[in-house]
T-cell receptor, first 111, second 114 residues
Framework: GENVEQHPSTLSVQEGDSAVIKCTYSDSASNYFPWYKQELGKGPQLIIDIRSNVGEKKDQRIAVTLNKTAKHFSLHITETQPEDSAVYFCAATDSWGKLQFGAGTQVVVTP | GAGVSQSPSNKVTEKGKDVELRCDPISGHTALYWYRQSLGQGLEFLIYFQGNSAPDKSGLPSDRFSAERTGGSVSTLTIQRTQQEDSAVYLC????????????FGPGTRLTVT
């Protein structure tokens, strides 16, 4: 089955700096890679996703890149703000939609 | 429009009791997923439904766990004879169909087994 590894487990950044979270996956059949943001006491919120036919996708301050050959994908947050503080999860899925999640990254943005 | 809703938001139960957790998906979404998030661990897939059928139950931790979905909408996850290790947040997500469609999560049900 699919195995997703996520690094780092914690990330502390100064407000205004960039944050990068990296994930690797094992199943070459995986073709959809969403990223979720989870704030304390809430369910995960989909923030961006990428499909295997695309190498990069951007939405305002967040971007995701995918390298299918190396089986890794990354989340980039630019100009970080305190409200970006949360736990971020990467995930991968095959055609059935069963998401396999990474272990999560606790991002702390300090003013 | 309304998102995924789950009830109850919190449930405290005694070891050995049965519990039922409810998920109300986004209207029109045919696929529904259950995940479990334990403290200090990630999100773990439990079961999914396409319509009312559950093609893959392999993620259910034991035979004390079961789920059903009727009318292609609301789903209930039942845990029988609860154990302390069942304590976790149970999350439900729905998507337009199964496959590579966006999954939207509900707020979860926090289950505590004492």
């Amino acid at each position: 089955g699919e195995n997703v590894e996520q690094h780092p487990s914690t990330l502390s950044v100064q407000e205004g700096d960039s944050a990068v979270i990296k994930c690797t996956y094992s199943d070459s059949a995986s073709n959809y890679f969403p990223w979720y943001k989870q704030e304390l006491g809430k369910g995960p919120q989909l923030i961006i996703d990428i499909r295997s036919n695309v190498g990069e996708k951007k939405d305002q301050r967040i971007a995701v890149t995918l390298n299918k050959t190396a089986k890794h994908f990354s989340l980039h947050i630019t100009e970080t703000q305190p409200e970006d503080s949360a736990v971020y999860f990467c995930a991968a899925t095959d055609s059935w939609g069963k998401l396999q999640f990474g272990a999560g990254t606790q991002v702390v943005v300090t003013p | 429009g309304a998102g995924v809703s789950q009830s109850p938001s919190n449930k405290v139960t005694e070891k050995g009791k049965d519990v039922e957790l409810r998920c109300d998906p986004i209207s029109g979404h045919t696929a529904l997923y259950w995940y479990r998030q334990s403290l200090g661990q990630g999100l773990e897939f439990l079961i999914y439904f396409q319509g009312n059928s559950a093609p893959d139950k392999s993620g259910l931790p034991s035979d004390r766990f079961s789920a059903e979905r009727t009318g292609g909408s609301v789903s209930t996850l039942t845990i029988q004879r609860t154990q302390q290790e069942d304590s976790a947040v149970y999350l439900c997500a729905s998507s337009l169909e199964t496959g590579t469609y966006e999954q939207y999560f509900g707020p979860g049900t926090r289950l505590t087994v004492t």
